[in-house]
Nanobody, 121 residues
Framework: QVQLNESGGGLVQAGDSLRLSCAAS????????MGWFRQAPGKERDFVAA???????WYADSVKGRFTISRDNAKNTLYLQMNSLKPEDTAVYYC???????????????WGQGTQVTVSS
């Protein structure tokens, strides 16, 4: 079992940067694939980025080149560096943990409560 707690969201202007963090408690954080998802009002929860336990990374096309996912297993923490933010990045961002799977929400067993990111134009 792993518990997840996101932080770092906020209100920024287009072109700004934010770094989200996801602190994990519980056992075997390093054994999980970790992902970031986002959900805008009235829309489905979408894949943003994932990092495997071995370090492999995947990104949604909409964030490639702007967002970077990373993890620090010694600190049990997942990060999402978001640069060149756009108004369409506005959403609640969730971190999640999965033993298998990468890009689909159904693959993830554990979820944080989410952190709001709002990008003004």
């Amino acid at each position: 079992q792993v518990q997840l707690n996101e932080s770092g969201g906020g209100l920024v202007q287009a072109g700004d940067s934010l770094r989200l963090s996801c602190a994990a408690s519980g056992r075997a954080f390093s054994s999980y694939n970790m992902g970031w998802f986002r959900q805008a009002p009235g829309k489905e929860r979408d894949f943003v980025a994932a990092i495997g336990w071995g370090g492999g990374k995947w990104y949604a096309d909409s964030v490639k080149g702007r967002f970077t996912i990373s993890r620090d297993n010694a600190k049990n923490t997942l990060y999402l560096q978001m640069n060149s933010l756009k108004p369409e990045d506005t959403a609640v961002y969730y971190c999640a943990a999965a033993l298998t799977g990468w890009t689909t929400p159904a693959s993830y067993n554990h979820w944080g409560q989410g952190t709001q990111v709002t990008v003004s134009s």
